[in-house]
T-cell receptor
Framework: NAGVTQTPKFQVLKTGQSMTLQCAQD?????MYWYRQDPGMGLRLIYY???????DKGEVPNGYNVSRLNKREFSLRLESAAPSQTSVYFC???????????FGPGTRLTVL | GESVGLHLPTLSVQEGDNSIINCAYS??????FIWYKQESGKGPQFIID???NMDKRQGQRVTVLLNKTVKHLSLQIAATQPGDSAVYFC??????????WGAGTKLIIKP
């Protein structure tokens, strides 16, 4: 069991470029999440998917889009990257929204 | 708005002593809380959870206490070890069950 995997691990973008962060889980979990973590801060929820086929906005959704491709995969897209989106991005999954979340190793994104 | 916050940004503890990390929340309707541990460069890792119908829950070397009257919870780590060095987060759900994270408390273990 790999748990939650994220690609890439590191990425540097220029302002205005686009990219997609990939996340996959092999635990057959229904719910998946995208968070960002800025230095010295807690996590902030960007988007989540309570179950396959549904997505909902979290606390900080502006500038992002998500796709729940299937039960295993949940991607996060930055259409036009901005320096304010420099952060570490974590994907997580859980059995249900009120259950323990399992986190991936994170993607460290820098936008110049 | 909703908030879950920690009282101290850094806690230094002698190795072998017990550690207590505190957290406060604002929404009295919150009925589920989780404590996570985040080691440097890694994603958060679940430690223990507690539901509002409980006052106390114990795990391996960890205990979480929930005081609903003052909207406060604490994480107690017994016999703190070097491997306990990390940032600890409490997180709780608003009515729509999204987790809201406190800023974290960094636990430093002194040899």
């Amino acid at each position: 069991n790999a748990g939650v995997t994220q690609t890439p691990k590191f990425q540097v973008l220029k302002t205005g470029q686009s990219m997609t962060l990939q996340c996959a889980q092999d635990m057959n979990h229904n719910s998946m999440y995208w968070y960002r973590q800025d230095p010295g801060m807690g996590l902030r929820l960007i988007y989540y998917s309570a179950s396959e086929g549904t997505t909902d906005k979290g606390e900080v959704p502006n500038g992002y889009n998500v796709s729940r491709l299937n039960k295993r995969e949940f991607s996060l897209r930055l259409e036009s990257a901005a320096p304010s989106q420099t952060s570490v991005y974590f994907c997580a999954s859980s059995d249900g929204v009120q259950n323990e979340q399992f986190f991936g190793p994170g993607t460290r994104l820098t936008v110049l | 708005g909703e908030s879950v916050g920690l009282h101290l940004p850094t806690l230094s503890v002698q190795e072998g002593d017990n550690s207590i990390i505190n957290c406060a929340y604002s929404n009295s309707a919150s009925d589920y809380f989780i404590w996570y541990k985040q080691e440097s460069g890694k994603g958060p890792q679940f430690i223990i959870d507690i539901r509002s119908n409980m006052d106390k829950r114990q795990g391996q070397r960890v205990t979480v206490l929930l005081n609903k009257t003052v909207k406060h919870l604490s994480l107690q780590i017994a016999a703190t070890q070097p491997g306990d060095s990390a940032v600890y987060f409490c997180a709780g759900p608003p009515p729509n069950y999204q987790l809201i994270w406190g800023a974290g408390t960094k636990l430093i273990i002194k040899p």
